[in-house]
């Protein structure tokens, strides 16, 4: 069982950056696909980003192409993202997902079974 534990959330002005991180404990997240989801209040969760285990694969929800940037440090057991140009239709709890038997990177919550427990991303106007 792998714990994932999200952190670099907080409040930033339109326009400003912020970087999450996605750490992972007890279990290797090497040979795991890795996505980043969203949810604001009173909205379902919706899909942000994703990274192949490799790194060489990254896919991204329209609303946040050019603007988010995954990655990965496997030696670090950590995934990122990286979040500029924000827009206050980004406020959100924000988590991360891994996925260890699919063979691309998804973009469903359900392709996903170990979760964090989420950060706050606020972004003022």
């Known amino acids: 069982q792998v714990q994932l534990v999200e952190s670099g959330g907080g409040l930033v002005q339109a326009g400003g950056s912020l970087r999450l991180s996605c750490a992972g404990s007890?279990?290797?997240?090497?040979?795991?696909?890795m996505g980043w989801f969203r949810q604001a209040p009173g909205k379902e969760r919706e899909f942000v980003a994703a990274?192949?285990?490799?790194?060489?694969?990254?896919y991204y929800a329209d609303s946040v192409k050019g603007r988010f940037t995954v990655s990965r440090d496997n030696a670090k057991n950590t995934v990122y993202l990286q979040m500029n140009s924000l827009k206050p239709e980004d406020t959100a709890v924000y988590y991360c997902?891994?996925?260890?038997?699919?063979?691309?990177?998804?973009?469903?919550?359900?392709?996903?079974?170990?979760w964090g427990q989420g950060t706050q991303v606020t972004v003022s106007s």
């Open positions: 997902a891994a996925d260890w038997t699919y063979i691309t990177p998804g973009t469903r919550d359900s392709e996903y079974t170990d």
């Open positions: 007890g279990r290797t997240l090497s040979r795991a696909h």
């Open positions: 990274i192949s285990w490799s790194g060489g694969i990254a």
